[in-house]
């Protein structure tokens, strides 16, 4: 009670000084329905009580009700009488009841015997009326439900305080709230009134000041720990952000301050002083002086705020009269800007509100505004409702703000306004230490690159477009060195010594350095060769010497074969399979679909029955989800043994249940149908030593190799761009085949749109192409009829059709919806010849080998890619026969896109347009674009040369520090950011 006696008393003392009354009465009767028991033996409730009646008529009821029923609140009234305490504590200046009862000054004003008060107050009679006041572990209660009560009754109590309002016209809360809140820079001084500056409406330490925070900064950030929440720590701690405004970014997914920055602008409008006429929805940037600030009540809810802001721009009509006389020579003259706001809403009307506002615009102040201007009736007024105001504290730099300045255009996010996010940008970005950048200052300064800071400035706060662009190269840099840094700090992780590690990163620096010659190649692997029916072309011959050259090294290998359609990819993977099983160790060969795995196996055992000595022939086997159950199990049974040594099959391959005995080598056809997670699973498939049956006797085992991960052989057929699969496979050696195989004579393509005259053209030059002993590839879109997309042909539909339209030639059909025996059978017997035309979908993409098919038709070519096209294209013309490919456009418009396959065959270029055209995603197919690793600005299809420098940089970091000991900030940032999306899975 005595404590309740104290705050009101204390508090109608203050009312008398500050003309709180109406305020306190308002919230009483008002908003928060609060009853506030008071003790009728206080002469102070009767104080406040009375003021209550002068005030507001209204309340006497409720007022006398309140005094009648002091002991009848349940506990739901609790909360409320609570929050009302604190709330009387609060606008009388204490930050809540302790520091109320605390101030012993304001007891001795009140003439009460501090001694009497406290012997008076007993604790247990306070706990039973205001059971939620619990003394000495009093919680921290929130003490409004939003914060413009908190800053309102604020700007009422503080004289000085009400001198801040954001641009939306909500007041701020001032120094005193945010210096509560933890701050980013752990030993700030507490910010005092005569050195805050003002920018952009907010209160920001000087810049003394800010010289003093990044020292601390600075000191901080030589501990690890700290140095990686700086941009990771809440946003709460942002200098002077209201709890309102910390609850609505926080709301919008803005928890940190790294969330906040990397909120970058979508553009920039440029910002010129004008030159010329001024026009109607101009964004214009103006230095000025501020000659009037005028805050007016118009009604009892709604107020206004406009400062008039002169300054001068250059004006080519010298006949105007609107020169000034301060400013020398033609040319110039000056303009006014008028910047209004409107407050609505009763607290804003009241005169000292109102005065603090004027007073907030001093005449005179120097200041840079900018906004969309509107023109008035008056010659050179303009008005601006959205401004945003900087006051420039030194005259002198008004010169330099007027010259073009880019003003950032934020996309909205989460229903926070474009302007609003302006505001806490760039109130974050002067919370932000100037040392917050993680990468040594030489990496980024020999790229030419800004330092982490200025990068932040310069994307928000450009001076012109050029810094800002700096400033976004640094930040695809960022995207891309983390992710290189991380996939090799993975890869050197899993190394046992210095030396393997230095190896590695060397194998990197320089890429195609080693290989073997071929007397080096196993016995099993020359024998292999020499029994091939075609000589291996240069290119092929030397993608075999590195392969194996890695193949003998006991640190595994992870190396990505990339090669245009129909190169000879796969005969260069059988040899290095040859390779491991002429050391004594087994290998397997996973591809992405059943057929392809049956095409593997015929053609490796066609191959091998060339061989001369039918002794040394390894054992195969196929595993596929189709093997009879029986035999998958009997094939386990072997790779267990080691009775198998070489196994060709699909995801099967990677099943728990599938273990090797001395497993060396794992090649993943078309790899980027398979995830990371997946490739990475042969990893686990350790090597083993046991009793293998058939067992060459190891030249290259040593003790490093019995608990080596196997090496791993990715094949891919898309001719991915270098920065694509330097971005998707950064941790990978990369061997390119770059020439096909002699005798192929280049494909002629045709782009025929869909009509009835194309048909028939098409038809005849199939019918041409059969008599003259050809075959065709029919590809269609889809595989039944779609109601919904009437346009797109579909393979079953139009077999029979196609049957009837070529008698005499036999058509099969290959589509997904097959099982897997029949699409065996189709692609087996069009193989053979034993069908002439083949009606497929796009299942044939992959890997197909038909060197007698000499057509192919795609149907509603427009549907497919640039880079699938190609590939499609790619199983046509793998023989002597020339061949030729017809992509049927359903309309005209479709036609030019298809264009640029009828002037090029070279996959890498075609990639490139379907990068630029389409993005990375739809050129690597649904499967593979999810992983991707996500590059929030960077593009890849532009932004190449930077991803090549962000690895050459990775490999320099780590060959400083293989563990990143040396670089413990960059050690934490990496960490901070994903391994997931660092893996890209
Ligand atoms: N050096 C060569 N000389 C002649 N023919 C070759 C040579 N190398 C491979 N071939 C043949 O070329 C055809 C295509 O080879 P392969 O299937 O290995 O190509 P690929 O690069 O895997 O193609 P895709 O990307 O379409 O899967 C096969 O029929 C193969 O026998």
Redesign the pocket.
Known sequence: MALMALAVHSCAKCFRKRGLKNAVAFEVGGDFHCKLSLGSKMSSSKLLISKFYKSSRSKHKFAEKLLEEPDNYGPARVWNRSKLLKKVSFSVGYDDHHGLIEDRSIRKDQGLNLKDLDDNFHVSLGCKKFPSIIMGSSPQVELYDNSDWHSRIRSYSVDQSCNELVPNGKPLDTDGLSEKRPCVYPCIPSVSSSTVRKVNGFILPSQSQLHVLESSAFMVCEDDTSTKLILDKPISCIAGLSKRNWHKLEDSDFHTLRKLLHHFPRTYADLQNPHVGIEDGHYLILAGRIFASKAVRLSCSLSFLEVVVGGEIVHHDSSSECKVDDIAGGGKKVIYLHLKKFFRGTRFTNQPFLRSLQQKHKEGDIVCVSGKVRSMPTENHYEIREYCLDVIDNAQDSSVCVKGRSYPIYPSKGGLKPQFLRDMITRALHSLPTNVDPIPKDITEDLGLPHLHEAYIGIHQPKDLSEADLARKRFIFDEFFYLQLGRLYQMLEGLGSRVEKEGLLEKYRNPELHAVISEQWSSLAKGFMKSLP????SS?LSAVCEIIWDLKRPVPMNRLLQ?????????VAFLACLEVLGSGYQAAFMVPTELLAVQHYE?LHNLLDNMESSDCRPPVALLTGSTPTKEARMIRQGLQTGDISLVIGTHSLIAEKVEFSALRLAVID?QHRFGVIQRGRFNSKLFYPSSIAYMASPTDASKGDLQMAPHVLA?S?TPIPRTLALALYGDMSLTQ?TDL???RSPIDTHIVEGNDTGFEMVYQMMMDELQAGGKVFLVYPIIEQSEQLPQLRAVSADFKSIQTRFPGYKCSLLHGKMKSDEKDEALRQFRHGQTHILLSTQVIE??V?V?DASMMVVMNAERFGIAQLH?LR??VG??SRKSKCILLGSTSSSLSRLKVLEHSSDGFDLAKVDLLLRGPGDLLGKKQSGHLPEFPIARLEVDGNILQDAHVAALKILGMSHDLKQFPMLKAELSMRQPLSILGD
């Open positions: 075609y000589s291996l072309t092929q090669g245009d359609v129909g190169c000879g990819k796969t005969v053609h078309e094949l057929a085949i195989p002699p005798g992959i890997g080998d060197p590939q790619g199983r793998r023989g």
